[in-house]
Nanobody, 126 residues
Framework: QVQLVESGGGLVQPGGSLNLSCVASGRPFRDLYMGWFRQRPGSEREFVAAITKSGKNGALTYYAQPVKGRVRIARDDAKSTLYLQMNSLKPEDTAVYYC????????????????WGQGTQVAVSS
């Protein structure tokens, strides 16, 4: 099995930045497709970004339209760590952010992921 632990959340003013991390253990990290999801107050969990396994041409990344251009997903296989770098944050980015993984394919559907972290809270407010 795989364990995922997120960190890096906190309170930030609109326009500010945060960097989230997710450390994986239990299986070779480089064998996993990874993603970030978030759950805003009163809403369903939604896709934020995804990254493929690292191949000969590197890893491919995908972003949800509301965050495209403001966030970057990255992975460091040597550290078994997934990152979400966020800037130009907006109040609507306030949510619990979760990292997720699967061993089969890229997906923006949360049902495709079977490894999940506990989440880290991001609050964007003045």
């Amino acid at each position: 099995q795989v364990q995922l632990v997120e960190s890096g959340g906190g309170l930030v003013q609109p326009g500010g930045s945060l960097n989230l991390s997710c450390v994986a253990s239990g299986r070779p990290f480089r064998d996993l497709y990874m993603g970030w999801f978030r759950q805003r107050p009163g809403s369903e969990r939604e896709f934020v970004a995804a990254i493929t396994k690292s191949g000969k041409n590197g890893a491919l990344t995908y972003y949800a339209q509301p965050v495209k251009g403001r966030v970057r997903i990255a992975r460091d296989d040597a550290k078994s760590t997934l990152y979400l770098q966020m800037n130009s944050l907006k109040p609507e980015d306030t949510a619990v952010y979760y990292c997720a993984g699967n061993s089969d394919y890229y997906a923006s559907n949360l049902d495709a992921y079977y490894y999940w972290g506990q989440g880290t809270q991001v609050a964007v407010s003045s």
